[in-house]
């Protein structure tokens, strides 16, 4: 069986969460059977496995709803993509897609790095289910991130196809040695400054938080940094602009918590990766982080500054701080990219099989 894995959406330079999942899953992947990536652009090879590569057309290109044409010269078995908006018209292969979220239904803000004529087709897309629903029904099988995710595309009846959840992973397993207290009286925010991301509230629960501050650890523009900082107390946040993996890591060890007010996720990679450091949680209360966080974290009203702040001041209590902290480490065993590995390769062969016959 030959499988060609879509890398193509890999960051140049540093990972965002998506170009984290695909580097790390085909890593893992590739310890169980030859894969082939698919990039676009030779930078990419810096931030992947010494793997074998082809080059494919841009992922965000006009082109893409007719990918599967330019694919078939490759002679794949079956193609896994880290998204779910390749083409499958004319595919000559089997084809399993990944659907993260279903966010941007309901949120419909358009990532700010698309070209404008990507945005407006991106935005159009969004409008109404049938499209995706079209699109998926296309292809052999699919990936969600998260049962909350497999059970919205259930509910939305996006697809007749298959639908097996595989869970991220870190780059490294839980730590071994505990925590008994943290570091500092510090908060870490990862992640983007979408809308939907709702990180002024944290900024405005700061108010109740006296001497703590809260580092941002993304890229950031002006206009989101002017705004965070007229919200938040002064000298209470800390901006990286685009920490290290370095940077975020030892930040991450010496925290409070992290915390996130996000009105809606397809998962959550930084609770696992805070976790897996014992840094407890202080999450806002949606399915999807009840799902990740289970004990390790407190939960509050996406609404409410004061009920995040109160989450976080409940962490002030030793005893409580060590229980989630060790509740953290344990949830966070259950997140391993070689076990999700395992998974992939059984839904890519089970794909493969089922179109040979």
Known sequence: MKILFDCRYTRIGRHD???RY???????LAKLHPVTMMIS???QLEMLPNL???TGPSPTAFT???AALYVNKFEPDVVFTPMQTMGPWGRKFALVTTVHDLIYYTNRTPPRDLTWPVKLVWRGYHLWWGFQRGLLNQADAHLADSETTRDLMRKHRLTKNPITVVVLGTDSGPTETPRSFPASRSLVYMGSFMPYKNVELLARGLHELDDYRLHLMSRISEADRSLLEALAPPDSLVFYNGATDAEYQGVLTEATALVTASRDEGFGLPLVEAMAVGTPLVVSDIPIFREIGGEAAGYFDQDSAEAFAARVLELELPEEWLRRSNAARARAALFDWDRSAETLL???????AERGR
């Open 17 to 19: 969460g998506i170009s």
């Open 22 to 28: 695909g580097a790390s899953l085909v890593s893992a």
């Open 41 to 43: 652009d030779e930078r």
């Open 52 to 54: 074998a590569w082809v």
């Open 64 to 66: 893409e709803p007719l």
């Open 346 to 352: 059984e839904v890519l062969s089970s794909a493969f």
